[in-house]
T-cell receptor, first 115, second 115 residues
């Protein structure tokens, strides 16, 4: 079974600075997908960024980028130029490449951006 | 276009009762998944449906059941409610069952409180 671990329960960052959120996972699969989801107080899960395990290049989406280390099973999220609207819960998630499209989530981390 | 809509937004039930939660996917989306998010935890996979057929089931008791209708909307039913069923229930939709690995769109959830 796959597991996703987010060991930091919460983090705080000053507006306009950079913050990195950590995530590790465990799987015996070779092909899979990794995601970072944002959950603001509105409760709606919003996809931030997605990484395919067979791609060596780290995914980037504007101010968001990942550091994907497949051998170490590590998938961290870097948020540059933090904005007040980035304040939310962030969840790391895993999906294997098989027929079952089940997302396995970590426990999440609460990120607070200070003005 | 409307996003994924869930109803009701909040619900209070008594132990032993039955509850039905509803989800309308984004127009054109044929696959729906259900997740349970207990306070302070990441979402846990309950069910996935595609074209009215169950495509995946998480580790939940038989008290939990779901179905998908011809218009691709879905219902999650929980019988004999326990206090531990109190959670945010999230619905996600995607164009196809395997396209959850590309992007899943989540609703704002139904907050169920069992007293």
């Amino acid at each position: 079974a796959q597991t996703v671990t987010q060991s930091q329960p919460e983090m705080s960052v000053q507006e306009a600075e950079t913050v990195t959120l950590s995530c590790t996972y465990d799987t015996s699969e070779n092909n899979y997908y990794l995601f970072w989801y944002k959950q603001p107080p509105s409760r709606q899960m919003i996809l931030v960024i997605r990484q395919e395990a067979y791609k060596q290049q780290n995914a980037t989406e504007n101010r968001f980028s990942v550091n994907f280390q497949k051998a170490a099973k590590s998938f961290s999220l870097k948020i540059s130029d933090s904005q007040l609207g980035d304040t939310a819960m962030y969840f790391c998630a895993f999906m294997n490449s098989g027929a079952n499209s089940k997302l396995t989530f970590g426990k999440g981390i609460t990120l607070s951006v200070r003005p | 276009d409307a996003g994924v809509t869930q109803s009701p937004t909040h619900l209070i039930k008594t132990r032993g009762q039955h509850v039905t939660l509803r989800c309308s996917p984004i127009s054109g989306h044929k696959s729906v998944s259900w997740y349970q998010q207990v306070l302070g935890q990441g979402p846990q996979f309950i069910f996935q449906y595609y074209e009215k057929e169950e495509r995946g089931r998480g580790n939940f008791p038989d008290r939990f059941s779901a179905r998908q209708f011809p218009n691709y909307s879905s219902e999650l039913n929980v019988n004999a409610l326990l206090l531990g069923d109190s959670a945010l229930y999230l619905c996600a939709s995607s164009l196809g069952d395997l396209l959850f690995r590309v992007k899943a769109f989540f609703g704002q959830g139904t907050r169920l409180t069992v007293v």
